[in-house]
């Protein structure tokens, strides 16, 4: 648990300092290392280019290919200073120079490859944690921005909100219509829902024609004016079909978090069927907690 609260630290610390910074350092670290070859006289070597490896990898990861090939420029001047004016004169003095092309296109290479490998990576976290459907974020992004917000409502205390949606009679579109024009349907309501939610606002298709929103900081009656705000964008959309969609939402206020982003969840869908039960196209709200928040 330690080492992974440490690793965790190092990552953002490292995120945080990024271009100027990491290049500083790699320069700063390539002239440390030639100017203890140029005082030691001890050659280079292929040695060093394990010290040149992590920072060079460290770099690229962070910032990207070109901070990486500059640090690895910097390690190629660093074995130029230190190993070519002491190099011999005669048919093999174009050695140095050979293993400073050699060290600065290994590290040029581990550069390339472990940007490329973040791109990757970074790609793959993003569909993971988006739909592929709709294009907003899924259950997975928002039960961890969602635990996110509980952990910054415990440590500094604020009401939030969280919005269950369900569009109303969507079944009756696959039944008519098909899947394909179901799917469209469902662009069409995550893009009308996403334009009408604030930046601060995260909005998440759940599964199927069920979509959470969470409203940090939100109270009681902005939740009310949010949640209506979705309905109206829901009822605005006029899918090929013809007929309008309307939605059913349950919209919850915490004064105190949960204690799990399952039992928020639980508490916005309740709310949600209440008001699908009441005649649909209807909100049901509740605020909870008012007498813990009272103490």
Not at 8 to 18: K, P, S
Not at 191 to 205: C, F, M, N, Q, Y
Request: charged fraction near 20%; charge should be neutral; proline fraction near 4%.
């Amino acid at each position: 648990m330690l080492g992974g609260t440490a690793l965790g630290r190092l990552d953002a610390w490292f995120a945080r300092h990024r271009a100027a910074a990491l290049l500083l350092a790699g320069i700063a670290w390539a002239a440390a290392l030639g100017l203890t070859r140029v005082i030691s006289g001890s050659g280079l070597g292929l040695t060093p280019i394990l010290f040149f490896l992590a920072p060079v990898a460290v770099a690229a990861w962070y910032d990207g290919a070109v901070t990486g090939a500059l640090f690895a420029a910097a390690a190629a001047v660093a074995w130029v200073w230190a190993d070519v004016p002491r190099a011999g004169v005669g048919v093999w003095e174009w050695i140095p120079y050979a293993n400073v092309a050699l060290h600065f296109a290994v590290l040029g290479i581990v550069a390339a490859a472990l940007a490329a490998l973040r791109t990757a990576h970074e790609h793959a976290r993003e569909l993971a944690r988006n739909d592929a459907l709709t294009g907003v974020p899924n259950a997975r992004a928002f039960y961890e921005l969602a635990a996110a917000e509980m952990t910054r409502a415990q440590r500094y205390p604020h009401p939030f909100s969280v919005a269950y949606l369900d569009v109303d009679d969507f079944r009756l579109v696959n039944e008519r219509l098909g899947h394909s024009a179901g799917d469209a349907v469902l662009r069409s309501v995550a893009r009308a829902l996403k334009g009408a939610v604030r930046a601060s606002d995260t909005l998440a298709r759940m599964g199927g024609d069920e979509f959470a929103v969470l409203l940090p900081e939100a109270t009681a009656a902005p939740a009310r004016l949010a949640v209506e705000k979705l309905q109206r964008a829901v009822a605005d959309v006029v899918p090929a079909h013809g007929w309008r969609l309307s939605a059913s939402i349950g919209v919850v206020t915490f004064l105190v978090p949960p204690d799990s982003v399952d039992a928020l969840l639980e508490a916005a869908d309740r709310l949600m069927d209440r008001a699908k039960q009441g005649g649909k196209h209807a909100v049901a709200q509740e605020t909870q907690n008012v007498a813990a928040a009272l103490r």
